[in-house]
C-alpha cells in the first residue's frame, strides 16, 4: 500500500504543471506558493493567529520580489499560464510585481488586525491574473 501511495505521488510530481522545466516551472512553483500563503493567511485571519499571517505574507514578499525576474521575455509558452502581454507592458506588470511585495510587507506589519492588508494583497494578485494570465476554463 505505501509503495503505491509513493509511486502516485511521484506521478502527480513529474506531471505536475503539464511537464513544465526551466523557468516556467520555477515560476508556477512560486505561484503555486503564492497561493499556498495567501490560503494560509485567510485560515490564520480566521483563527486569529498573526504570527501565521506574519510568516505567510513574508514568504509572499519574498516571492513578489523576484517574480519580474521570472517572467523573461519568450517564455511564455504552453503550459505558462503567462500572457505575452507582460512584454508588451513590462512596466505595469514589473508595477504589480513591487506593489505585492509592498502590501505583504504591510500585511505583515499588520498581522495583528490584518483584513484590510489581506484585502488589498488579494487585489492586487486579483489585478494581475485579469491582465497577464490565462484565463482558466472551468
Same mark, same amino acid.
Given at each position: ?14 506531471? /505536475? ?13 512560486? !505561484? ?17 493567529? =498573526?504570527?501565521?499571517?506574519?510568516? $505567510?505574507? !513574508?514568504? *509572499? ?17 504552453? =503550459? ?7 512584454? /508588451?507592458?513590462? $512596466? $505595469?506588470?514589473?508595477?504589480? +510585481?513591487?506593489?505585492? +511585495?509592498? /502590501? +505583504?510587507?504591510?500585511? +505583515?506589519?499588520?498581522?495583528?488586525? =490584518? ?8 487585489? *492586487? ?14
Amino acid at each position: 500500500m505505501k509503495r503505491t501511495a509513493v509511486l502516485l505521488l511521484a506521478g502527480f510530481l513529474l506531471t /505536475a504543471h503539464g511537464g513544465a522545466t526551466g523557468i516556467v516551472k520555477q515560476r508556477m512553483d512560486a !505561484m503555486v506558493d503564492i497561493g499556498r500563503a495567501t490560503k494560509a493567511i485567510r485560515d490564520a485571519i480566521r483563527r486569529s493567529e =498573526p504570527d501565521a499571517v506574519r510568516d $505567510a505574507a !513574508m514568504r *509572499i514578499a519574498g516571492h513578489a520580489a523576484e517574480i519580474p525576474k521570472l517572467f523573461p521575455d519568450g517564455s511564455f509558452h504552453h =503550459p505558462s499560464e503567462a500572457l505575452p502581454a507582460i512584454s /508588451a507592458d513590462r $512596466a $505595469a506588470f514589473n508595477a504589480l +510585481a513591487a506593489k505585492l +511585495a509592498v /502590501a +505583504a510587507g504591510e500585511l +505583515a506589519s499588520s498581522a495583528d488586525a =490584518p483584513r484590510e492588508a489581506a484585502q488589498r494583497l488579494a487585489d *492586487i494578485c486579483k489585478q494581475c491574473h485579469t491582465r497577464f494570465r490565462l484565463e482558466k476554463k472551468r
